[in-house]
């Protein structure tokens, strides 16, 4: 079995190859919630559900979140109205969040939720939150802190971060489901999909289960580089790399997971970094990485699990 540890887009994108290229039984995608938040009363997991909306294969692979040919009628009605406009919630993003919010209410934890959702969808692989309690990733600057969407969507990552905090990753505990797939002796790989290292890959490893698990790990870590060509393909993975101190390449992202990772596929755009990566004791695999359509993402799925799986 593999375990994934996935954030929205590149995690998404990564989770849908895997997923095209193992039976479910062979796969566990475990995906971060600190970008989780209460909106309008409804909870908003809009990792969990780049996730579920990829593999499905019904994402929106444009903007990398939300549904393809979502429509905007209870948008325009809410903004007309006055109500909160700057989180968008598609018509049938909507059906997701007014189902979760019903089985939320009656009981149901984060896990069985998102794992009936996913069944609705069409989805056989177990898609797992990191935690059925809430995590909440927070964005710290010289002077204050914001909420993970605060900073995200309605201040457009301008804020110039210096760390993160994720609120309630040390009581959390993983879901049941996750920790059987942790307890099972089947586990032969881990690997960390393409995602933000910060506000994606972090939070996850926040939760003292999950670490504590990778810490005493006897199969290895293969981790696939975010960051192609000195750049981030999505998102603000380079500029929090360079607010924080760091060069935004692969190499400085190696150096950065350090112990945590094992093993390194990185981008054909970065092959002259791999000889130094191999120096600081990793296995390398130079590939493409960029998957802009499902059919290259099954394809790169095929070299990271070979790959992940070597003796
Ligand atoms: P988010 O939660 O929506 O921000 O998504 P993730 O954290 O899962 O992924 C964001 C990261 O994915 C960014 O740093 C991107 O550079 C990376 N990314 C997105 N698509 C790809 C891709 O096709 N290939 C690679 N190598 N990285 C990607
Ligand atoms: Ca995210």
Redesign the pocket.
Known sequence: MIVAL????????MAAGLAAVLPPRELTVVV?TG?DFEHMGFTIC??LD?VMYAVAGVNNPQT??GRAGETWAFMDEIKRCGGEGWFNLGDRDLAVHVLRREALRRGATLSEVTRDLCTRFGIEHAIVPMSDMPVRTRVKTKSQEHSFQDYFVRLRCKPHTTGFRFAGARAARVPLMLQRSMESTQVEAVVF????PF??ISPILAVPAIRAWLKQRKFPVTA?????GGA????P?AKMMRELGLQPSTLALVRHYGDAVDRWVI?RQDARQAAAIERLGKRVLVTD????NRRKSAALARCVINFALKK
């Open positions: 996935a954030g929205g887009v590149g995690g998404g994108r971060n970008d809009p990792d780049s990398g979140w999909c393409p995602s933000n506000v994606s696939v580089s975010p960051i192609v981030a393909v999505k998102g993975a981008d990485t960029l998957m802009t």
